[in-house]
C-alpha cells in the first residue's frame, strides 16, 4: 500500500472514530437531559395554599423537584393555559373552572389506578356537575369567601356584606379579591340574590353596588395574609384559608366573619393538563398530596377544608372544633358554589371591566 493510501485509511478511521464519539456524545447528552426533566413536575396553586414542607418531604422521597407557581384567580390560570403556559403539569383550579377547562379540552383524564388515595376521599366531594365521574378532577381542599378584621385597626361591627360596602369609616381601608365571580357573588348576596344569577336587573343592582364601593377599596388581591398581617388593610375580603393564616400569624389580632347575607363556597381539585410534560409524575404529587398525613398537614399549616373522611377526627382538638373552619350546616346552607354560565359569563366579565376601568 502507497503512502497515500496508508494516510487515507488513517484518515477515515480517525473520522470514523469522531463519528460515533459524537453520537455517544449527543446520545448520553439527550439522555441525561430528559431524565432530569422527567423528574421536575411544575405546580400552579393558589398563593399559601401548597404547604412547602409537605412538597420537600415529596421531593425527598422521591427524588422529584417540583416548582410552584402562584395565580390570584381561576380566570388567571385559564389565561395562562390557553396563552401557551404549557409548561404547568399539575393546578388546583376551584369547581366551576374545571368544568369550562374540561369543556376546553385542556384536561387529561386522572388515572385513578395511580392515585390509590383517591380512595380515601369523602364521598360528599366526589362526582359533582363540573366532573361527574372525576375523570379529570380529584378534589383537593375547600374553603369559603368572607370577611377579615384586624381588630387592631378596626373595631367596628362587622356582620355583613353591607357593612362592609357602605360603612364610610372604611374608606381606603379595605381590600376585595381580585376575582370577578367573588367579587360580584359579594355584592349579590348583599341584595339577596343567588351568586349564580344571569338576571340583567339583578347583575345591574350588583354593579352599581361594586361602582360605589369601589371609591373606598384600598386595592383588590387575593394574597390577603400580608395586607392583614402587615396592616396594609383593616378589612378584606378573603378566602377562608388566607383569613385563617392570618389569625394564627398575628397572634389572634384578625377576625374571619361570614356574612349573615351568605357567600361562596369552592371545592379546589387537583388537575393534570393536556400540555404535561410529566404526567407520570403529577400522577405520584396527587397521590401524595391525597394521603392522610398530607390532607392534615393541609388543614394544619395551610388552614383548609379537609377532603378526606377520617382528617377532621385526626386533628386537634382547637382545629376540630373551630366554627370558622368548620361553619355550621345552617350557616353553610345560606353559601353557594360557583357554577360555569357558559356564555353568560361575558355578562360577569362586562361588568368586571367596567369596575376596574371606570
Not at 85 to 113: F, H, T
Request: with cysteine; proline share 4%.
Amino acid at each position: 500500500m502507497s503512502i497515500f493510501g496508508e494516510k487515507k485509511m488513517a484518515f477515515l478511521q480517525q473520522f470514523f472514530h469522531t463519528f460515533l464519539a459524537t453520537i455517544l456524545f449527543f446520545t448520553l447528552g439527550c439522555q441525561k437531559q430528559t431524565t432530569n426533566e422527567s423528574k421536575v413536575i411544575n405546580l400552579s396553586a393558589w398563593p399559601n395554599y401548597v404547604d412547602p414542607t409537605i412538597i420537600k418531604k415529596f421531593e425527598q422521597e422521591t427524588g422529584y423537584t417540583v416548582n410552584i407557581s402562584n395565580y390570584s384567580s381561576n380566570e388567571e390560570l385559564l389565561a395562562k393555559v390557553q396563552a401557551g403556559a404549557s409548561g404547568i403539569d399539575v393546578a388546583i383550579p376551584s369547581d366551576y373552572m374545571v368544568g369550562i377547562m374540561v369543556k376546553l379540552n385542556l384536561l387529561q383524564n386522572i388515572d385513578q389506578s395511580k392515585i390509590a388515595n383517591a380512595g380515601l376521599i369523602a364521598p360528599e366531594f366526589l362526582s359533582r356537575p363540573y366532573d361527574p365521574s372525576n375523570q379529570y378532577s380529584l378534589p383537593y381542599g375547600w374553603s369559603t369567601a368572607g370577611i377579615a378584621v384586624n381588630r387592631e385597626l378596626f373595631k367596628g361591627s362587622i356582620k355583613s356584606w353591607k357593612d362592609l360596602f357602605t360603612n364610610p369609616e372604611l374608606k381606603g381601608k379595605f381590600s376585595l379579591l381580585d376575582d370577578v365571580r367573588e367579587v360580584t357573588a359579594a355584592a349579590l348576596k348583599m341584595n339577596g340574590h343567588s351568586v349564580n344569577t344571569t338576571k340583567p336587573e339583578e347583575l345591574k343592582a350588583a354593579e352599581k353596588i361594586l361602582l360605589e364601593a369601589k371609591n373606598n377599596v384600598k386595592m383588590f388581591t387575593s394574597d390577603t395574609i400580608d395586607a392583614l398581617v402587615n396592616k396594609e388593610v383593616a378589612v378584606a375580603h378573603s378566602y377562608s384559608p388566607d383569613a385563617l393564616q392570618a389569625i394564627r400569624n398575628s397572634g389572634g389580632k384578625i377576625e374571619y366573619i361570614l356574612p349573615e347575607e351568605g357567600g361562596t363556597t369552592a371545592i379546589d381539585n387537583v388537575v393534570i393538563f393536556k400540555t404535561a410534560q410529566n404526567p407520570e409524575g403529577a400522577h405520584k404529587l396527587i397521590n401524595f398530596l391525597l394521603a392522610p398525613e398530607s390532607n392534615v398537614n393541609f388543614v394544619k399549616t395551610v388552614m383548609g377544608g379537609p377532603v378526606l373522611k377520617t382528617t377532621r377526627e385526626l386533628l386537634p382538638d382547637d382545629l376540630k372544633n373551630n366554627s370558622s373552619l368548620f361553619p355550621s350546616a345552617t350557616l353553610l346552607s345560606k353559601y353557594e358554589s360557583i357554577v360555569d354560565l357558559g356564555e353568560a359569563t361575558q355578562l360577569f366579565d362586562l361588568l368586571w371591566t367596567k369596575i376596574k376601568t371606570e
